[in-house]
């Protein structure tokens, strides 16, 4: 009898703290998908999206997601704001908001916000702004950052290296690389998968011409019927892979691979559950970058005025593993690359040559094994 009695006030118990949870709005689903917000409905962090949303399973996902991680660990209040367009105007309309709403922390995911930091930058000072994947300029790519901001940037070449080179040691011959435009960070990306893909095939002791690419910029991060149709038309051709660098391009790519029955690598988070073709995915990690950001403001160790490039020495640049479909590329196999990419004994040509003149196209990087073909 006693232990039934113990048992039902168990039940009632949790269920007392179910209903609590509830008319509190403090489920955890809530509180990632809504935020928390005080009595007067501010929110002292915010984050603006770009041109999706926070559930994207991508850029904005990630960098909503290191928000809502240290929001609930320090008990602040936090929110997002979706501009209503993709202009300048609709970003800095959605930052004033941000403010007026009680935002003391704004975070920012996307080059899309380099001009709009500049604008508002030095009008409000008191305002803590964290731009991921850019810094703010004049539209002239000179660095003109304020003591109130930091640039995030990655190290991207180190991701796509890591993508290209387990894919050709997973047992790929036929790549692709489709990226979305082909601004700094996706031209990373795809420098470094020719070049990882082109150091497998080295260590494969595979001949010139035994890994062959196919590489474009599509010209948008949209998922649309003409890139599903692009990809489609490189299965058919036999491409056996395709890194799908460009937001939601790579659902049309996913789609596309869903029918011909190959195979897919995600690009800035983990995109396993998007689709049974995503063998892994070439990731930032923008959880730790967003909640590192924040945690450095608190604690009175922010370093503003600066653009940082974020790499692998401190775990922000990476393939997944955890989730990864393969059955020739190992956990060890993995390990023992990127420690030399830890290491600094990887030299990878990123966007830029030797003299910092810009490098244009694929066919440049230097590659002793890849084939390039770029297509325009």
Not at 106 to 119: A, S, W
Not at 145 to 157: P, Q, R
Request: some cysteine; glycine content about 10%; hydrophobic content about 40%.
């Amino acid at each position: 009898m006693k232990t039934k009695k113990f048992v039902a006030l168990l039940l009632a118990l949790v269920m007392l703290l179910g209903v609590a949870a509830a008319c509190n709005g403090e489920s955890g689903d809530d509180l990632h998908k809504e935020g928390r917000q005080d009595a007067d409905g501010k929110a002292e962090i915010a984050l603006i999206t770009d041109v999706g949303t926070i559930d994207d399973k991508s850029f904005n996902q990630g960098s909503w997601e290191g928000v809502v991680k240290y929001a609930i660990d320090n008990d602040k209040t936090f929110k997002y704001f979706q501009p209503t367009e993709k202009s300048d105007a609709a970003y800095i309309n959605s930052i004033n908001l941000a403010i007026e709403g009680g935002a003391k922390i704004i975070v920012t995911p996307g080059f899309l916000f380099e001009g709009p930091i500049h604008t508002v930058q030095d009008q409000f000072p008191d305002v803590h702004f964290i731009l991921i994947d850019g810094y703010p300029h004049a539209g002239d790519f000179v660095p003109d950052i304020s003591d109130n901001v930091i640039g995030i940037l990655y190290a991207e070449e180190e991701s796509g290296y890591l993508a290209g080179y387990a894919a050709v040691h997973e047992g790929y011959r036929d790549l692709g690389f489709m990226g979305g435009m082909a601004v700094p960070a996706v031209v990373r990306f795809g420098y470094g998968f020719l070049q990882g893909a082109d150091d497998a095939a080295a260590e494969l002791n595979l001949a010139a011409g035994d890994i062959n690419v196919k590489y474009t910029y599509v010209g948008n991060f949209d998922a649309t019927p003409e890139n599903e149709s692009m990809a489609a038309s490189w299965f058919q051709e036999g491409t056996e892979v395709i890194f799908a660098c460009g937001g939601s391009v790579g659902t049309s790519v996913m789609k596309a691979a869903e029918k011909a029955d190959t195979k897919v690598i995600g690009v800035d988070v983990d995109q396993y559950a998007e689709s049974d073709t995503v063998i892994t995915s070439a990731m930032k990690n923008l959880e730790k970058s967003v909640n590192d950001a924040i945690a450095s403001i608190y604690d009175d160790s922010w370093e503003g005025g600066r653009a940082v490039t974020l790499d692998a020495t401190e775990g922000y640049t990476m393939i997944s593993m955890e989730n990864a479909r393969f059955e020739n590329f190992s956990q060890s196999d993995y390990d023992a690359v990127y420690q030399k990419l830890v290491d600094g004994s990887i030299d990878i040509t990123k966007d830029q040559d030797e003299n910092g003149e810009q490098i244009l196209e694929p066919t440049e990087i230097a590659l002793d094994i890849v084939a390039v073909e770029n297509i325009k």
